[in-house]
């Protein structure tokens, strides 16, 4: 089958609006990594808080970790491309990601984790996104779901594969679904020249980073390593890519945007400066635990 939609094509695909290079920065104990999605973002990206990509073959890049740190009020979705990391919590989950694997953790009203690799040497590859919850439902029971490779659904056709981790694409259901944010997270593996066309609503954003290779959106070239957040133009009906001369790899995110204040202290992310000030007591409380 075609996954580029041939007899029910776009007819207002999405331009895109600004190509972001994000910043190189270390995280955790000292694990470098790109934040391509930074917090001058939020706004323009609800409900997205976070994209950071990690990527090397060098194990002084990662092999410290994220030793034990809180979340409040959102969740965070990990993404293994390559390598091996544990993740332990408060909570008491514990679960392996390897190759292909994603970890989605929802912390709601709190959850104290650690994510250390489990392995000395090789490549480490992969993203983690940070997903806003509403105000409603950021004190909610903590929340863990570790998804092997083989249980995210894929779709493939025309030099297109695609990994349906949240949401649906061509009538694919993704292995996590979200009411009230909807948010639609694919891994998009395209053959030189592949196209493919997703169907969004105009009010949610999007945005797609490339990983490997290169890829257009309409007029506009969008290499590797770069994000492309795309317009919301109110006629828009979806995004349609084309891969460069290349094997290409990019993600392709978007979601319902909350439209509330955002207030972020570190690893909490709330509404207001008064529910950063009790995440942090709760924490030095020990409550989060
Ligand atoms: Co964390």
């Known amino acids: 089958m075609s996954l580029s939609n041939p007899t029910n094509a776009l007819q207002h695909p999405r331009r895109v609006e600004r190509l972001v290079a994000g910043q190189a920065t270390s995280d955790g104990a000292g694990v470098k990594l790109i934040r391509v999605l930074t917090q001058d973002l939020q706004r323009r990206l609800d409900p997205f808080l976070m994209l950071d990509a990690f990527g090397s073959d060098r194990p002084g890049d990662y092999i410290a970790g994220f030793p034990s740190h809180p979340h409040r009020g959102f969740e965070t979705i990990t993404y293994m491309i390559a390598g091996r990391m544990r993740h332990r919590d408060s909570a008491g989950n514990e679960g392996l990601l390897d190759d292909g694997a994603v970890q989605w953790m929802t912390a709601g009203r709190g959850?104290?984790?650690?994510?250390?690799?489990?392995?000395?040497?090789?490549v480490m590859e992969g993203f983690?996104?940070?997903?806003?919850?509403?105000?409603?439902?950021?004190?909610?029971?903590?929340?863990?779901?570790d998804i092997p490779s083989a249980q995210i659904p894929e779709q493939r056709g025309d030099g297109v594969t695609v990994r349906v981790i949240a949401g649906s694409s061509h009538g694919v259901a993704g292995a996590v679904q979200r009411p009230r944010t909807e948010p639609v997270y694919l891994d998009l593996h395209l053959a030189p020249g592949a196209r493919f066309e997703q169907p969004l609503p105009a009010g949610h954003n999007a945005f797609v980073y490339v990983y490997r290779g290169a890829l257009s959106v309409g007029e506009t070239s969008v290499p590797a390593q770069r994000m492309a957040i795309l317009a919301n133009d109110a006629s828009s009906d979806g995004v349609s890519l084309q891969a460069g001369a290349a094997p290409t790899r990019a993600l392709l995110i978007a979601g319902a945007p909350l439209r509330e204040p955002i207030a972020q202290h570190g690893p909490f992310v709330m509404n207001t400066r008064e529910q950063l000030i009790q995440a942090v007591e709760d924490f030095q409380a020990g409550k989060l635990a």
């Open 111 to 122: 959850v104290i984790h650690s994510e250390m690799p489990e392995q000395e040497d090789g």
């Open 128 to 145: 983690q996104l940070w997903l806003n919850l509403a105000g409603v439902d950021k004190m909610q029971a903590p929340g863990y779901r």
